[in-house]
C-alpha cells in the first residue's frame, strides 16, 4: 500500500504542470497574435513619435491635423498675428502683403504722391497765362488713410472669423484704391481770383427826375467768365491727376434793361403826400435823409423792394438824429424818429400804383399822417416793407421832400385802362380806452406839480378797402388788411421836491391889543396840469388823381442810396 501512493502522487504532480506549460504557451501566442492584427491607428504605449508625427502633418495641412493632440486655436493664431499686412492685399496695382505700415506709405508715395506734385494747371485768356501747381489746391492721394485699411483688414472679431479672411486672401485678392482729394475752397478761391481778373462789370442805364424833367444814361455790356465750367474743367484734370490748360470761358453780360424800357416809365402809376409840422428839427431832418435814399430808385420786373435795405443803417453817421418814437408803447427819443412817415407815404403810393406789397406791418399805436390801415412801421432789420414789381416794365421811385410835406411819386408802365380809377376807403371797426394814466414820481419837480410826458390816446381797429370805379361808377371794393392799433395811455410827472417859495402880503401896522396877536395867512402851492402833446396828428391829403405831385421849388440833390445792411440786435423801436 505504501509503494503505489507515491507513484501516483508524481503522476497528478505532472499532469498539473504539463497543464500550466499548455496554458503559458497558449498565453504566449494569444499576445503574440494581438501584438500582430494591433491597428496602425491605435495609439502605443510610447506616443512620442505619434505626437512628432501629428505635428508635422498639422504644418502640412491644418484642417486634417489630429484634433487628439493639436489645438487649432495655436495655430490660427500664428496665422492672424502677424505685424504686417496680410498677404494677398492690394493697393490701386500694388501688392503691399507682408509691408509694415512705414514701407506701404513709402512705396505709395514714390509711386503716387511725387509724381503727382510735378503736375501744373495753367489758366489762360487773351494771352495770359496763371500757372498754379496742385499744392495751390492742397491736393494729393489719401495714402495715409488707405494704408491704415490696408492695415486693418482681417484684424477685428473673433480669431475664426480673422483666420476665414486671411486664408480667403490666398484665392481672391483685397484690392483698396486711392483716392485723389483737393481743397474745394482753394479751388473755389482761386477761381475767384481769375474771375476778379477778366470780369468787367456791367453798366445799367440809369434814369434821374429833377425840375420836374427825366434824364436818361445808357447801359454798358459786362463780362463774366463761366465760373462752374472752370471749376468742373479744373476738378476733371486733378482728379485725372494731368497736368493741362485750361481756356477761361467768357460770358457777356448785358443790362438788365435798357435805356428804352426806362422810357417807357414815366408814367405816374401811384403818388401820394403826407404833412408833418416842422418845429421838430430832427424829426424833419430824419424824413429828408430817409426820402433821399429812396429817391430816383429803379425797380425791375420782379425785383422785391426793401425799404430796410435803402434806408439802414439808422445812425447818425448815416444821417439820422434823435428823434421821437414808439417804444413798448410809449414815446421815446430814438434815433431816425421819424422815418415811417416816409415808408407810410410810400406805402400809401404803392397802394394807388396796385404794385404787390409783400411785406408790410402797422404801428403798434395810432398816427396821425395817414387814415388808419395806411401806414407802415420799420424797426431794424426785421420788420420792413416790401413790395415787388410785378409789372413787365421798370418802375421809378420818386421822393421829394418839402419843409412841412413829403411826397412819392412811382412812375412806370401804365397799362391800366384810362377810364378805370381807384380810391381806398379806412373802417373803423373796434376801440378800446387807455388803461388809468401812468404816474412817475419825480423829485426834480416842486411838491404836488405835475408834467404830462405822454398824453393818452385810444385804441382802435380798422379795415382798409380798395375801391375800383370805371368811368366814375364805382365797380369792385376790395378788402386791403385789418389794422390794430393800442391804446396809448397818459403819461404823468408829479413833484415829490420842495414845495416852492410863497411870500405873505404886507399887513398894515396895527397897535397890539393885548391878549391878541397876529396871524400871517399862508398860500398852498397850486396843482397845474398841462398835457404834452409830443406829436401833433397832421393833416393828410390823398390826390382823387393820379397826377405827380411837383415841389414848387427844385430838390436837393439826393445823396447816393445807402446798399448795405447792417444786422445786429435792435430794440423794438417804431420811427
Not at 500664428?78 to 498677404?87: A, C, H, L, Q, R
Not at 471749376?231 to 438788365?256: F, H
Not at 376790395?478 to 397818459?490: D, G, I, L, Q, W
Amino acid at each position: 500500500m505504501s509503494d503505489k501512493k507515491p507513484k501516483n502522487a508524481s503522476k497528478t504532480n505532472l499532469i498539473v504542470m504539463i497543464l500550466i506549460g499548455v496554458i503559458i504557451i497558449n498565453v504566449s501566442v494569444i499576445s503574440v497574435l494581438a501584438f500582430l492584427l494591433k491597428s496602425p491607428g491605435d495609439k502605443p504605449e510610447d506616443d512620442t513619435a505619434f505626437k512628432n508625427e501629428a505635428t508635422e502633418i498639422a504644418k502640412e495641412n491644418p484642417t486634417t491635423a489630429p484634433s487628439a493632440t493639436v489645438d487649432p486655436t495655436d495655430e490660427m493664431r500664428k496665422v492672424v498675428e502677424k505685424d504686417f499686412i496680410y498677404d494677398g492685399i492690394f493697393i490701386n496695382d500694388i501688392s503691399v502683403g507682408g509691408m509694415s505700415k512705414e514701407e506701404a506709405f513709402e512705396t505709395l508715395s514714390e509711386n503716387f504722391q511725387k509724381p503727382f506734385e510735378e503736375i501744373f494747371i495753367t489758366y489762360s485768356y487773351d494771352g495770359n497765362a496763371d500757372d498754379h501747381p496742385v499744392s495751390d489746391f492742397d491736393a494729393g492721394y489719401n495714402i495715409s488713410a488707405v494704408v491704415d485699411e490696408a492695415f486693418n483688414y482681417a484684424r477685428e472679431g473673433n480669431i475664426e472669423e480673422r483666420y476665414a479672411l486671411i486664408t480667403q486672401l490666398l484665392s481672391e485678392n483685397k484690392k483698396i484704391d486711392l483716392e485723389l482729394l483737393y481743397n474745394s475752397d482753394k479751388l473755389n478761391s482761386i477761381v475767384s481770383d481769375i474771375a476778379e481778373k477778366y470780369n468787367v462789370p456791367v453798366v445799367q442805364p440809369t434814369v434821374s427826375r429833377q425840375d420836374g424833367y427825366f434824364s436818361f444814361t445808357a447801359g454798358k455790356n459786362g463780362q463774366k467768365i463761366d465760373f462752374d465750367k472752370v471749376i468742373n474743367e479744373t476738378t476733371a484734370l486733378l482728379r485725372n491727376a494731368q497736368s493741362g490748360t485750361i481756356a477761361v470761358a467768357i460770358n457777356e453780360v448785358e443790362p438788365s434793361f435798357t435805356q428804352s424800357d426806362l422810357e417807357k416809365a414815366t408814367s405816374v402809376i401811384g403818388t401820394y403826400k403826407t404833412t408833418f409840422t416842422t418845429g421838430d428839427a430832427n424829426r424833419n431832418q430824419n424824413i429828408k435823409n430817409a426820402a433821399s435814399f429812396i429817391n430816383n430808385v429803379v425797380v425791375m420786373p420782379g425785383e422785391i423792394f426793401s425799404t430796410n435795405h435803402h434806408f439802414n443803417p439808422c445812425t447818425e453817421a448815416n444821417g439820422y438824429a434823435p428823434a421821437w418814437g414808439y417804444e413798448s408803447g410809449k414815446l421815446v427819443k430814438t434815433i431816425g424818429g421819424g422815418m415811417c412817415q416816409v415808408s407810410s407815404t410810400l406805402y400809401s403810393a404803392l397802394l394807388y400804383a396796385e404794385l404787390e406789397i409783400v411785406e408790410r406791418r402797422n404801428h403798434s399805436m395810432p398816427v396821425g399822417y395817414v387814415p388808419g390801415g395806411m401806414d407802415a412801421t420799420l424797426s431794424g432789420d426785421y420788420i420792413d416793407l416790401k413790395f415787388k414789381n410785378s409789372t413787365n416794365y421798370p418802375i421809378v421811385v420818386e421822393s421829394i421832400y418839402t419843409n412841412g410835406s413829403i411826397a412819392v411819386n412811382i412812375y412806370g408802365y401804365e397799362s391800366r385802362d384810362s377810364g378805370r380809377t381807384v380810391d381806398f376807403v379806412s373802417k373803423q371797426t373796434g376801440s378800446s380806452e387807455p388803461e388809468a394814466e401812468e404816474v412817475i414820481d419825480d423829485p426834480e419837480l416842486p411838491l404836488g406839480e405835475k408834467k404830462y410826458d405822454q398824453s393818452a390816446k385810444n385804441g382802435s381797429t380798422w379795415e382798409l378797402y380798395k375801391q375800383v370805379y370805371e368811368n366814375g361808377a364805382l365797380v369792385k371794393e376790395e378788402f386791403v388788411n385789418k389794422s390794430t392799433y393800442r391804446a396809448m395811455r397818459a403819461v404823468v410827472r408829479v413833484g415829490t421836491g420842495a414845495p416852492l417859495p410863497t411870500e405873505a402880503p404886507a399887513e398894515p401896522e396895527v397897535p397890539a391889543v393885548e391878549g391878541q396877536t397876529g396871524e400871517q395867512p399862508v398860500e398852498q402851492p397850486v396843482e397845474q396840469e398841462s398835457p404834452v402833446e409830443q406829436e401833433t396828428p397832421a393833416e393828410q391829403e390823398t390826390p382823387v388823381e393820379q397826377d405827380p405831385v411837383v415841389d414848387d421849388t427844385p430838390p436837393e440833390p439826393a445823396p447816393t442810396p445807402y446798399d448795405d445792411m447792417i444786422p445786429g440786435p435792435t430794440p423794438y423801436f417804431e420811427i
